[in-house]
């Protein structure tokens, strides 16, 4: 390929371009062969400091949840058994608690009034959350390893995450220091 761009006279900015294209596509086949991405779940780690969900086996990118966004994933984390949409408000405690412990705000009230809308069912907020929510994690892993990491519908009826809850690491600062449990 080199003997062909030279012979060619490509000019530099071209050829710089294009080795950073080939490099790229060079390091994706490297980093898609040592990990066996098709047999596996990823870890999935989580910071809850940094408020990222990280997918180390498919891919670098992380996808950064704002407070709402990751207190509701950690929620439904929690329930493998799923919750319905309509249920949310039954789990607002412990919502809050998630809530309280990653928005750092030390506003009671304020916390209860967000918590409250976004598990109000009759109220956009819970849908539109998740649509986000979904939105960040696709575009850090793709669609098609994405899957079993949204918060989607369930056979029961309810919405839940299906991950393997043992591929899971929460971590207050950076969970990949636990990555060698995996």
């Known amino acids: 390929c080199m003997d062909q761009i030279e012979k ?20 994706h086949i490297l980093f898609s062969r040592t990990r066996n991405v098709y047999l596996l779940d990823s870890p999935l780690l989580i910071s809850k400091q940094q ?3 990280q997918f180390p086996d498919y891919s670098p990118s992380k996808a950064k949840l704002n407070p709402k966004e990751l207190s509701l994933y950690l929620l439904y984390l929690n329930h493998p058994e799923g919750i319905a ?8 405690e412990e919502l809050l608690g998630y809530y309280r412990e990653i928005s750092g705000q030390v506003d009671l009230q304020k916390m209860q009034a967000t918590i409250a809308l976004l598990s109000n069912y009759s109220e956009q907020e819970l849908s539109v959350t998740l649509s986000r929510i979904r939105k960040k994690i696709k575009s850090a892993i793709g669609p098609e390893f994405a899957k079993k ?20 690491r929460i971590a207050d600062g950076d969970p990949s220091l636990s990555l060698n449990d995996f």
Do not use: A, F, M, S
């Open 8 to 27: 060619n006279d490509v000019p530099p900015p071209i050829l710089k371009q294009i080795q950073n294209t080939l490099n790229e596509i060079r390091q």
């Open 51 to 53: 408020r990222t969900l």
């Open 85 to 92: 949409l309509n249920c949310v408000t039954d789990y607002q």
């Open 149 to 168: 990491y949204l918060i989607n519908q369930l056979p029961n009826d309810t919405h839940g995450i299906l991950v393997n809850r043992e591929r899971v």
